[in-house]
């Protein structure tokens, strides 16, 4: 009999017998309850056991089987449930098309493929893995290590930075315009999530850079021109360091070439072939109040505004960076 109504919790024989079925009225643990009450039966000749049943005494692995229910039911966490998550926290405020544009099984088949160093520092790049001052909740925060004003040295930035994008471009020529295929999630293939690597070793030399002291304090909203030249040139360092031993080969790097090119780049960078295009469109540069959260189901209408965006951005950093650096 319930005693709830005179005290203040119900009688320890009534949290034991909740305890037998497994908590069935809470959700976070319904679903584990049923599939051990399922097994159990199963397992006793399609009859339901009672508590203190003979059983439960003649059953050797209870406690391993109650283990193993519990954790594939009310722990479950695959390794597609965690990129889900992580690709969903990199990209907010936009929605991912996991059904169109990011197909994670693929992306993940062709991971497999490639050696395990490699493969760990695209997987990192994916989880949100870089080593930057605000995921580590540094004391000291930095701002972009490649040059964004006001904008924070965190892997959700980096996958926008426009300063990034701009050094990708330079180096490897047909750097894709769309973070999603840059960083390997859409169109999957293994040149690319080389060159994946390739920038992850680049933006860590920029960081271990910034946290060894060796460019002066830095300020949490900017970086100096000084500052700013010396991490660009150890970035890219660090990403021909990388690319002669996976066989990418970059365009050789030089600061005032790199920052002629940023000057050049007068007109849009091209996206791919409008008809039939599928891919998200959040785009290098962008302006993240310009664009509308569904942007990423892709369309190809957003398309063009996008891109005229994007040049309009690029033009004008590249203006404000040539004032800064030079
Ligand atoms: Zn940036």
């Not at 039911?73 to 449930?81: G, M, N, T, W």
């Amino acid at each position: 009999m319930r005693t709830t109504e005179v005290w203040d919790s119900p009688p320890i024989a009534i949290n034991l017998k909740e305890v037998f079925l497994g908590f069935p009225g809470d959700p976070r643990w319904s679903s584990a309850s049923r599939a051990l009450k399922h097994k159990f039966t199963q397992d006793n000749n399609e009859v339901d056991p009672a508590p203190g049943s003979e059983f439960f005494n003649e059953t050797k692995t209870l406690q391993k089987v109650v283990y193993s229910k519990l954790m594939e039911h009310a722990f479950s966490c695959s390794l597609k449930d965690l990129l889900v998550t992580r690709i969903n926290m990199i990209f907010k405020p936009y929605d991912i098309d996991y059904h169109n544009v990011v197909k994670l099984d693929a992306c993940l088949g062709t991971l497999k493929t490639m050696r395990c160093a490699d493969s760990i520092r695209v997987w990192k790049t994916w989880i949100n893995g870089w080593a930057t001052s605000y995921r580590y909740h540094s004391t000291n925060l930095y701002p972009c290590l490649l040059g964004c004003h006001g904008e924070p040295d965190d892997f959700s930035h980096y996958v926008r930075c426009s300063h990034l994008y701009a050094l990708c471009r330079f180096l490897i020529s047909n750097t894709s315009a769309d973070p999603l295929t840059r960083y390997g999630l859409a169109n999957p293939c293994t040149d690319n999530y080389l060159i994946v690597c390739c920038v992850f070793g680049g933006y860590h030399a920029a960081h271990r850079l910034a946290v060894g002291g060796r460019i002066g304090p830095i300020s949490k909203e900017l970086l100096t021109g000084a500052q700013t030249r010396r991490l660009w040139s150890v970035f890219a360092e660090a990403f021909h360091a990388e690319a002669r031993e996976l066989g990418v080969q970059p365009r050789k790097f030089s600061l005032p070439q790199f920052i002629s090119f940023l000057a050049d780049n007068t007109t849009p960078i091209e996206l791919p072939n409008h008809q039939g295009w599928q891919t998200p469109t959040l785009v290098g540069g962008f302006v993240r109040s310009e664009f509308p959260g569904n942007m990423l189901r892709g369309g190809s209408g957003e398309v063009n505004s996008q891109e005229i965006c994007f040049g309009i951005y690029f033009v004008a950093h590249s203006c404000d960076l040539q004032r800064r650096v030079l």
